[in-house]
T-cell receptor, first 116, second 111 residues
């Protein structure tokens, strides 16, 4: 159990366009979902924490108007990168917690975004 | 806030040998310590975790030890195999707060 999927697995878009990435918990209801970005050979950087039905909490330095997060249900969260620029190119990974305690994060396979 | 230091940044071992990766944390209130394995181009995979009320946990070739007094925890992989080659991340959190990750260790197992 505890499978998290992401779609798409990779995407190439032109500068100025928007891209939506979906994160789903397939076999459990996620109490909380997290969005990370990861640059090559670096650790994961938390972007925001998302709870179903409420606004996401963004980390310092992350533009909430650029990285729109919607957590519509207990199994789906979406990240939309608006007006993407080449510097937004990165590996975006979501994770989800389950259970009452919400301890233990299960990660999706990641989405490779390339902005040309 | 919490700060997690991870060492070494790279580690090469011969197949069959053991590998040890160490992490220290700063916030004594942290009580959950997972380890993740990340292969190239993939998301991190939870391989083992430990909570602060336990000093050691083992799962086949993988074990984690926790020293709360010293605020450090370690990952031990025995009888390493080439498929163990990956980047390993430690992390720490207080309850269900967001994980704070170490910078990762690139493990290479040489056949």
């Amino acid at each position: 159990g505890a499978v998290v999927s992401q779609h798409p697995s990779w995407v190439i878009c032109k500068s100025g366009t928007s891209v939506k990435i979906e994160c789903r918990s397939l076999d459990f209801q996620a109490t909380t979902m997290f969005w990370y970005r990861q640059f090559p050979k670096q650790s994961l950087m938390l972007m925001a924490t998302s709870n179903e039905g409420s606004k996401a909490t963004y980390e310092q330095g992350v533009e909430k108007d650029k990285f729109l997060i919607n957590h519509a249900s207990l199994t789906l969260s979406t990240l939309t990168v608006t007006s993407a620029h080449p510097e937004d190119s990165s590996f975006y990974i979501c994770s989800a917690t389950r259970g009452r305690e919400g301890i233990g994060q299960y990660f999706g396979p990641g989405t490779r975004l390339t902005v040309t | 806030g919490e700060n997690v230091e991870q060492h070494p940044s790279t580690l090469s071992v011969q197949e069959g040998d053991s590998a040890v990766i160490k992490c220290t944390y700063s916030d004594s209130a942290s009580n959950y310590f997972p380890w993740y394995k990340q292969e190239l181009g993939k998301g991190p995979q939870l391989i083992i975790d430990i909570r602060s009320n336990v000093g050691e946990k083992k799962d086949q070739r993988i074990a984690v030890t926790l020293n709360k007094t010293a605020k450090h925890f370690s990952l031990h992989i025995t009888e390493t195999q080439p498929e163990d080659s990956a980047v390993y991340f430690c992390a720490a959190s207080i309850g269900n707060t967001p994980l704070v990750f170490g910078k990762g260790t690139r493990l290479s197992v040489i056949a």
